[in-house]
């Protein structure tokens, strides 16, 4: 796993509580869409001892982006991270996504900073290295508020349709983004890609479940590591050669991309 330590070319801030963090990066590297990164800036006496995983947001040729919420010490540290500093960057990391079922239409169905492995996704399948078939990909957006539909112009921009839902109903359609989905569902073959909060997950693959609609789900566990040494990101996996009915995978090497279907507990 590459690592080096990354100058910040540039933050741009999303209100109210968010940033796009532009660092340099090998031009050599190579991204699919879904991998990750665990990002940290060891310099810094209040960055907590562990790495963060991110997303790559986005890619350019010696350039990637990541999207950042503020949450805590180290989340806090990295979005407001300056022009002409460093952190330090491991990754890529995980399994991309190099295709899509050809004969349903994709549905990625993101809450909040869930977007974030989406815009590589698509970026990807506009240059012709993501094949989706004949059908327009669908994105189905979910926040509580307007300003957690993060970076939404991106999205609209591109040639893909678009529908939002917020919770409070201040843009979009009012209620949970599982409304949308269900409506989506209903209009013909898909193929669910979800990633977000947890119960949020939870809630798309027992949709998709429920419309016997494949789903997978891009988690979000907590790492320690980020290449599979310490175990902390282990996921309960069904497999019925073992006596409890399942195994442990690790997000960080096995994933973070895992069909929902045979995650225990995910719906």
Known sequence: MPAFH?????????????????????????????????LSIP??????????????YDARPGEWDFLIKRVG??????????????????????????????????????????????????????AGRVDVGSQKPLLLFGGRTRDMLYDLDRFTALPIEVRCSTDDGSFGTKGRVTALLEQAL????ADVLCCGPDPMMEAVAAVSARANTPCRLSLETFMACGYGVCNACAVMVKDERFPQGFRYDRCCVDGPVFDAATLVHAH
């Open 73 to 126: 010490r180290g989340t806090g540290g990295l979005a407001d991270a300056l022009p002409g500093s460093t952190i330090y960057v491991a990754g890529p990391v995980g399994n991309g996504i190099t295709k899509l079922p050809t004969d349903r239409r994709p549905i990625g169905v993101a809450g909040g900073v869930g977007i974030a492995p989406f815009l590589v996704l698509y970026r990807e399948w506009l």
């Open 186 to 189: 209903a209009e013909g073959p």
């Open 43 to 56: 310099q810094d006496a209040n960055f907590p001892f562990l790495p963060r995983p991110f997303s790559v």
């Open 6 to 38: 990354a100058p910040v070319l540039a933050n741009r801030a999303l209100p109210p509580d968010a940033a796009v963090l532009t660092v340099a990066v090998p031009a050599h590297l190579t991204l699919e869409p879904f991998q990750f990164a665990m």
